[in-house]
């Protein structure tokens, strides 16, 4: 029972243009929301996040969007870079904090075209 | 810093032997956990300690996983006996600040069953 669900599992996009990565939940107990980024042969780290009293979140090139009616969040990336190909993983908790586990997607790969 | 240190970093076993990850994480962390990647379910969180305690064990998969933090700088994943389904990259994550977003993996361990 995947409660966090990643339907795309890939995605390519051109340099310069806009990359946009999608992710459901299930849980209504989810209240924190984040965004990892993987690349090959490293572990994940951590890219942004959000708190549900939020609809959205800004970090430089990179925005998540919340839309908790619909139990759907979203990463944008704009400008999308060559740099920027990797798996993205969105993950869930009922809490920020570590004392509330992490609920992990199956991940996105991301290539970037230049 | 080191980061997070995991070894090995890459296992090939044969079905039915005991298998021994190990992790040490960022020195002063005081949460430590174990997560599995695979394709079809990503990234799942299998076991959790704090200050060397298990906290939540409910994603260890069967009895055949076994996990141990004998102290705050060392902790050891166990599978016995394995087998072909076991395959996948194990990560282990470190944090202090209590904050899922804190959570700094090691690069993992690719192990694959025979």
């Known amino acids: 029972d995947q409660q966090v669900k990643q339907n795309s599992p890939s995605l390519s996009v051109q340099e310069g243009r806009i990359s946009i990565l999608n992710c459901d939940y299930t849980n209504s107990m989810f209240d924190y929301f984040l965004w990892y980024k993987k690349y090959p042969a490293e572990g994940p780290t951590f890219l942004i996040s959000i708190s549900s009293i939020k609809d959205k979140n800004e970090d430089g090139r990179f925005t998540v969007f919340l839309n908790k009616s619909a139990k759907h969040l979203s990463l944008h990336i704009v400008p999308s870079q060559p740099g920027d190909s990797a798996v993205y993983f969105c993950a869930a908790s009922a809490s920020r904090s570590s004392g509330d586990k992490l609920t992990f997607g199956t991940g996105t790969r991301l290539a970037v075209r230049p | 810093d080191a980061g997070v240190i995991q070894s090995p970093r890459h296992e090939v076993t044969e079905m039915g032997q005991e298998v021994t990850l190990r992790c040490k994480p960022i020195s002063g962390h005081d949460y430590l956990f174990w997560y599995r990647q695979t394709m079809m379910r990503g990234l799942e969180l299998l076991i959790y300690f704090n200050n060397n305690v298990p906290i939540d064990d409910s994603g260890m998969p069967e009895d055949r996983f076994s996990a141990k933090m004998p102290n705050a700088s060392f902790s050891t994943l166990k599978i016995q006996p394995s087998e072909p389904r076991d395959s996948a990259v194990y990560f282990c994550?470190?944090?202090?600040?209590?904050?899922?977003?804190?959570?700094?993996f090691g690069p993992g361990t690719r192990l694959t069953v025979l």
């Open positions: 994550a470190s944090t202090y600040l209590a904050r899922t977003d804190t959570q700094y």
